[in-house]
């Protein structure tokens, strides 16, 4: 799949509005060129989920987070007497918090028994005041946990793990930070028994990162890299659970989840996952590419000489190491011209 370059100080194309729509029917794993949006450093590794959001708007995600538990704790006594007429409720200060800070839960009413939703299991949800754009239509509907494209979205993320946090008949609410609505209502009716995925057979594990795969080359041609790198992630965590080395489809995981990356503005987080590839397989050409944009840039331009220069060795031809390493060439040049400059105004 050919995708419009990216600068390696990190400015954007515009130029060819029309580029990707043109570009997307061909095969992802094509060696290419990426747009890198300006001043994004990623926030987490892979182990901890693909989450596409820059380390500043991470930052400030968490104090938004903060100030939101404060004002929700801080509502608890206005609420208190309507909430505790309500049979089997709880205080409106009983907070839940997700663990990556995505969300804090406030239930409303709590659920019963012990057990909460799994891999598989069929949910029977009713749903008020999600945002136009969800993909999740109100009123009662069912949701399977780890199947369906209701999960390619961040609202599908953020339900599906707001729902393995709830018991059958729990009513709670969900306060997002930087989200300027009302909160959004969840209620979990029931539920049907699922897995953890330290219960599914290794060949289970397998299909199910298949179709995640599938499911993501699907996003990624439709012009979805954020729902791609989701999908190209939950195959990841999947496949790690198996014993070293695991199966070869790792790497291209890997090498997809740093293409979806590298659009995402998240080049740290791509040159990680062209580190593992390139650790099971040296000359893997697509993750030398791919890596040498995501060095140029961070700025680490010898990197990124060293990484485009060892793809043309072996594909002298390939047009869009050259162009990528002729932007490079250019920028050291700047470089050096400005240093010899400061050097000289030092001397005057």
Not at 16 to 21: K, R, S, V
């Amino acid at each position: 799949m050919e995708i419009p370059a990216v600068s390696p100080l990190g400015v954007k194309d515009i130029s060819q509005p029309q580029q990707w729509e043109k570009n997307s029917q061909e095969n992802l794993d094509s060696t290419t060129h990426y747009r890198q949006q300006p001043g994004d450093p990623p926030t987490e590794t892979l182990e901890q989920g693909v989450s596409p959001e820059p380390a500043n708007r991470s930052l400030k995600n968490l104090h938004e987070t903060e100030n939101l538990v404060a004002g929700l704790e801080g509502d608890a006594d206005k609420s208190h007497e309507s909430i505790c007429e309500m049979p089997g409720s709880l205080q409106a200060s009983d907070l839940w918090y997700c663990p990556d800070g995505s969300f804090v839960k406030k239930i409303i009413i709590r659920g019963h028994g012990l057990d909460k939703p799994k891999l598989g299991s069929r949910c029977r949800v009713l749903a008020f005041g999600f945002p136009f754009g969800s993909e999740l239509r109100e009123g009662w509907t069912e949701l399977t946990v780890g199947v369906g494209p209701w999960r390619d979205e961040t609202w599908g993320e953020l339900i599906e793990k707001c729902l393995e946090s709830m018991c059958q008949g729990e009513e709670a609410e969900l306060q997002l930070p930087g989200h300027s609505g009302p909160p959004v209502r969840l209620t979990l009716d029931s539920f049907t028994q699922g897995r953890d995925s330290w219960e599914l057979e290794t060949s289970e594990k397998e299909a199910l990162a298949r179709e995640e795969r599938a499911r993501g080359t699907e996003l990624f041609r439709a012009g979805n890299p954020e729902g791609a790198a989701r999908c190209y992630g939950r195959a990841l965590r999947l496949l790690l659970t198996l014993p070293p080395p695991g199966p070869p489809e790792r790497i291209d995981l890997h090498a997809n989840l740093a293409a979806c990356q590298l659009l995402l503005g998240q080049p740290q987080l791509a040159a990680q996952n062209c580190d593992r590839v390139l650790e099971r397989e040296p000359g893997h050409l697509k993750a030398l590419y791919r890596r040498g944009v995501a060095q140029a840039a961070l700025g680490n331009l010898e990197k990124a000489t060293a990484d485009l220069k060892r793809v043309l060795a072996v594909d002298p031809k390939n047009r869009a190491a050259q162009e990528e390493l002729g932007k490079v060439v250019i920028e050291g040049k700047k470089q050096d011209a400005g240093l010899a400059q400061g050097l000289r105004k030092m001397f005057d």
